[in-house]
């Protein structure tokens, strides 16, 4: 005699869809249909809405982003050197910077001023609660600074070759060309192939997942 098996909802997939729903009702906006994802993970981890009103260009993710770009460029590039090279990530920023934005949060001044030249136009060092926006930001910023995960930036390498292997001199300007270069080429061909890589809901890179599902 057969029996009636009735399967419920992961509690998971339940839970995004009332986040969805919610999301909605509060007038966030939200993308079409054809911005969702087929993949179940993506539509799990990432979410299709957005908040305008969270501020992004903030004093804090300026600050704690090119301290941390720089940080991790002379860690990485100081540690690549050795025999057993040491590589730190973008993660290690990412799990710091969320108490020091909270803490930049609640002891910046609020007071709001204007700067010559844009008009009436108020700005802040602290313009609100450390948001999301701010602090992918700050790690986008992180991950240039360790070369994407690599270490230190590619070209360094050819630097080194020219001036300790075979002794010969490279001036500043053209090592800093060299290495600007090769770091901006793969932001260069994403903005080419945005169109067929980036912005297309089918399109999804796991190794982000993880990374999105800490941010949030």
């Known amino acids: 005699m057969g029996t009636l098996q009735v399967e419920t909802p992961h509690p998971t997939t339940t ?10 009702e509060r007038g966030f906006s939200s993308g079409e ?4 994802s087929p993949i179940e993970e993506v539509r799990l981890t990432v979410s299709n ?3 305008p009103t969270l501020p992004v260009w903030t004093f804090r993710m300026w600050f704690l982003g090119l301290l941390s770009c720089g940080l991790l460029s002379f860690l990485n590039q100081f540690f690549s050197y050795r025999t057993e090279p ?13 108490p020091i934005g909270h803490f930049l949060a609640t002891t910046l001044p609020t007071t709001k001023f204007r700067i010559p030249g844009f008009g009436a136009r108020l700005f802040s060092l602290n313009p609100g609660p450390f948001n999301l926006k701010e602090h992918v ?16 930036a590619y070209a360094v390498g ?7 292997f075979y002794r010969r001199k490279i001036s500043f300007l053209a090592g800093w060309l060299l290495i600007i270069t090769t770091q901006v080429l793969g932001y260069g061909w994403a903005g080419l192939l945005r169109k067929y890589v980036v912005e297309p809901a089918h399109m999804w890179w796991p190794s982000t997942l993880v990374q999105v599902s800490l941010f949030r």
Do not use: P, R, W, Y
């Open 15 to 24: 839970a995004a869809i009332a986040n969805h729903h919610d999301l909605k």
């Open 33 to 36: 249909d054809d911005d969702e």
């Open 49 to 51: 809405s957005d908040d």
């Open 86 to 98: 040491l590589v730190i990530t973008q993660i290690t920023v990412q799990v710091s910077t969320l």
């Open 137 to 152: 930001l700050i790690c986008i910023f992180a991950n240039a600074g360790s070369a994407f995960g690599n270490g230190s």
């Open 158 to 164: 050819i630097v080194t070759i020219i001036k300790a």
